[in-house]
């Protein structure tokens, strides 16, 4: 019987990048995705948050979404998104258990439902690199979705907020009170393709990428290879002293 395997529909969506890498990939998975000598700021996550919260908190008020949503149709209400630990399926072809939680999902008047993500970054050729993981991530949650009573999806999105940090914001006296200031956000919406099949083939490669039975050669170019073949260099020297 083959090892049960969980990822996260974004860690899914790493195999879609241009520079994917099957060593690093290979590593994550057999450690668990607990990496060593990483700290992430929480800072992104908590705006996020707040992103999502401030939408929920506009429906609450006003019963419908707030001015900087109208890319995204004509929407109703939202449905409160499952905690991740709820929010799964367990795929039996690869027995892989596909999970995540999506930051806010939309309700049409057609019932349908739009699936979205906030994303808090400058929308840049970067970001645009990024989209490919992005676009796995939200068709993850869409098939989860389709198993889970949120369905019919009928479209994803991103949703980009960029502080807004230019002279003309920085400036602005009705930024400052008494305790600390304001800074605003500009949105911008992305639409992703509704493709849920595609997840299928990459759950099946996570699958034979972990069965591998030796560590996937080194990958030219990957910056994470070559940080983690300085290290080893380093405990190498390091035995033959």
């Known amino acids: 019987m083959s090892h049960k395997l969980t990822i996260s529909a974004k860690g899914l969506g790493e195999l879609a990048l241009p520079d994917f890498c099957p060593r690093c990939f290979w590593i994550k998975l057999k450690v668990g995705n607990k990496l060593p000598f990483q700290i992430f700021p929480g800072v992104f996550s908590s705006i996020d948050s707040y992103s999502k919260h401030l939408v929920i908190s ?18 109703t209400d939202y449905t409160k998104s499952p905690h991740y630990s709820k929010f799964y399926i367990m795929d039996k072809a690869t027995d892989i258990t596909l999970r995540g939680s999506p930051d806010i999902i939309f309700n049409k008047k057609d019932g349908s439902y739009i699936i979205a993500d906030f994303k808090t970054a400058k929308y840049t050729q970067k970001q645009d690199e990024l989209l490919p993981m ?108």
């Not at 019963?63 to 949503?69: T, V």
């Not at 800074?183 to 490669?205: C, D, R, W, Y």
């Open 58 to 75: 506009w429906f609450e008020r006003h019963k419908g979404p707030p001015i900087w949503l109208e890319g995204l149709g004509y929407i």
């Open 134 to 241: 992005y676009e796995t991530q939200l068709n993850a949650y869409a098939l989860i979705g389709s198993q889970q009573g949120i369905s019919p999806v009928s479209s994803l999105a991103l949703i980009y907020t960029e502080p807004v940090t230019d002279e003309t914001a920085t400036a602005r006296d009705d930024h400052h009170h008494e305790t600390g200031f304001i800074m605003g956000f500009s949105a911008h919406i992305e639409q992703v393709a509704l493709n849920p099949g595609s997840v299928q083939a990459l759950l099946t490669k996570t699958r034979e990428i972990y069965e591998l039975a030796t560590i996937p050669p080194y990958t030219d170019g990957c910056k994470n290879c070559q940080c983690l073949e300085g290290l080893l260099e380093i405990v190498r020297e390091s035995s033959d002293d």
